[in-house]
């Protein structure tokens, strides 16, 4: 199969959505597909295209938005590029530029389209309009995702029950929809397969001690996230253990106002910022802790849950949908709903070390269920979907959505 992956951000640069499509693209190739993946040129103003890697990259504006472009949604310097790969789906990661041109190309040549949702816009709308318009914000985002995934999609992909719901029940969806928590490669983030000697310099580089106890925190240094809970419940952690440390791991607008709050409640010492993480690298970060935690309510899954399950670490989450259909509450890992929970459950498996070490455990066995292999697979099932429905469009044109009413009926 020839499979065009759209997305408005790839490698080099750092994120959950990046991670799963670098996993996907392996783990096809892996299984003798041929993949091939447009996205923004983030380092350039020009088209390039990696032979060997079948990568091209489309040349954009900057947004101002961390390291995103604004490109064309139809850079004709592309078009016979892409046509000449002969694709047999397109699968689109974004809804925006990009995205809008992976939906123009399948109309044009007839290519099926899949399209993952990756995020939860509406929980995005605050930090933009600050409490101003937020009603009719919601509905012109919900009237964009509905447009852009129903009329445009042949099959649906999203990774949690919460995303599914979301479609479902309040924007009436009703075309097919197959929740797929995204994997991620796990077997990199195994302990046996981690250079110990590289998690101890890296200890060191941050001024760190084996005696510390450290919580890890890893993504977008942006409001959304709620880092400034984890921040502010650092000070009473640390007055009671001066040994428990808040290791963030990432970059984002909010950071140097993360950093003066550190310095404001006089923790400096014990919240460490990394800044931006080099991909190699992050398995070593979380050999270095002992808890995962993020108190983020704005994530349709949360791949970085995964990363460190896989790692043996414990994730310690806010209860929401998005982490419940990964951790089960006591058994591989903990929930908390508010600033004293979280602080309890801190302290509950710091005095509980053999607690701490059979739950994290039990969140290594889980994360083996997000394996690259499995989630490829399952991908691929809707791929096949897509194909078979587009066929039956064409054979049977505007009888086909009798047919296939009749098939769901009959389902």
Same mark, same amino acid.
């Given at each position: 199969?020839?499979? &065009?992956?759209?997305?408005?951000t790839y490698t080099?640069y750092?994120s959950?959505?990046?991670?799963s499509?670098?996993m996907? +693209?392996?783990?096809?190739?892996k299984k003798g597909?041929?993949v091939?993946?447009v996205t923004?040129?983030?380092?350039g103003f020009?088209?390039?295209?990696?032979?060997k890697?079948?990568?091209l990259k489309?040349p954009?504006? *900057?947004? &101002?938005?961390y390291?995103?472009r604004l490109?064309?949604?139809?850079?004709? =310097?592309a078009?016979?590029?892409?046509?000449?790969w002969k694709?047999?789906?397109?699968?689109? =990661?974004?809804?925006?530029?990009?995205?809008t041109?992976?939906?123009?190309?399948?109309?044009q040549?007839?290519?099926?389209l899949?399209?993952?949702?990756?995020?939860?816009?509406e929980?995005?709308?605050?930090?933009i309009?600050?409490?101003?318009f937020?009603?009719?914000? +919601?509905?012109?985002?919900?009237?964009?995702?509905?447009?852009y995934?129903?009329?445009?999609?042949t099959?649906l992909i999203? *990774?949690t029950?919460k995303?599914y719901?979301l479609?479902?029940?309040k924007?009436?969806?009703?075309?097919?929809?197959?929740?797929?928590?995204t994997?991620?490669?796990?077997?990199?983030?195994?302990?046996?397969?981690?250079?110990l000697?590289?998690?101890?310099?890296?200890?060191?580089?941050?001024?760190?001690?084996?005696?510390?106890f450290?919580i890890?925190f890893?993504?977008r240094?942006a409001?959304?996230k #709620?880092?400034e809970?984890?921040?502010?419940?650092?000070?009473?952690?640390?007055e009671i253990?001066d040994?428990?440390?808040?290791?963030?791991?990432?970059?984002?607008?909010d !950071?140097?106002k993360?950093?003066?709050?550190?310095?404001?409640?006089n923790?400096?010492?014990n919240v460490?910022?990394t800044g931006k993480?080099?991909?190699?690298?992050m398995?070593?970060?979380?050999?270095?802790?002992?808890?995962?935690a993020t108190?983020?309510k704005?994530e349709? =899954?949360g791949?970085t849950?995964?990363?460190?399950?896989?790692?043996?670490?414990m994730p310690?989450?806010?209860?929401?949908?998005?982490?419940?259909?990964?951790v089960t509450?006591e058994?591989?890992g903990?929930?908390?709903? #508010?600033e004293?929970?979280?602080?309890k459950q801190?302290?509950r498996?710091?005095?509980?070390s053999?607690e701490?070490?059979?739950?994290s455990?039990?969140?290594?066995?889980?994360?083996?269920h997000?394996?690259s292999?499995?989630?490829?697979?399952?991908?691929?099932?809707?791929y096949? !979907?897509?194909?078979?429905?587009?066929q039956?469009?064409?054979?049977? &044109?505007?009888?086909?959505?009798?047919?296939?009413k009749?098939?769901e009926?009959?389902k």
């Open positions: 199969m020839r499979i &065009g992956i759209f997305t408005e080099p750092i959950g959505l990046v991670t499509e670098v996907l +693209k392996n783990a096809l190739e597909h041929e091939y993946v923004a040129n983030l380092e020009k088209y390039e295209y990696d032979e890697e079948r990568v489309i954009g504006i *900057p947004t &101002g938005i390291d995103s490109t064309s949604i139809y850079p004709i =310097q078009i016979n590029k892409i046509k000449s694709l047999d789906v397109i699968h689109s =990661q974004t809804e925006f530029a990009i995205g041109f992976a939906r123009i190309l399948a109309r040549y007839n290519i099926p899949v399209h993952t949702y990756h995020t939860m816009y929980e995005y709308i605050y930090y309009t600050k409490g101003y937020e009603k009719s914000s +919601k509905k012109l985002v919900e009237y964009f995702t509905k447009f995934c129903d009329t445009t999609a099959e999203v *990774p029950n995303t719901k479609f479902k029940e924007y009436k969806f009703d075309k097919n929809i197959h929740i797929i928590p994997g991620i490669e796990v077997e990199r983030f195994y302990r046996e397969n981690i250079d000697k590289k998690v101890n310099a890296t200890r060191k580089r941050l001024g760190l001690s084996k005696k510390d450290i890890i890893v993504g240094l409001e959304e #709620n880092i809970f984890l921040i502010k419940a650092e000070k009473k952690l640390q253990h040994n428990i440390k808040l290791l963030i791991v990432g970059d984002g607008p !950071r140097d993360y950093e003066e709050l550190s310095k404001k409640l923790i400096s010492d460490i910022f993480a080099i991909w190699e690298e398995p070593y970060y979380y050999h270095l802790s002992q808890v995962f108190a983020s704005s349709t =899954q791949l849950v995964i990363e460190a399950m896989a790692s043996n670490i310690l989450c806010i209860k929401d949908e998005a982490f419940e259909s990964m509450d058994l591989n903990l929930f908390f709903t #508010n004293k929970e979280y602080e801190i302290l498996v710091y005095d509980n053999s701490l070490a059979w739950i455990k039990q969140a290594r066995i889980q994360a083996e997000y394996g292999n499995n989630y490829a697979e399952r991908v691929l099932e809707v096949d !979907r897509a194909i078979k429905e587009k039956i469009e064409n054979r049977f &044109g505007i009888f086909s959505k009798i047919i296939k009749i098939r009926i009959i």
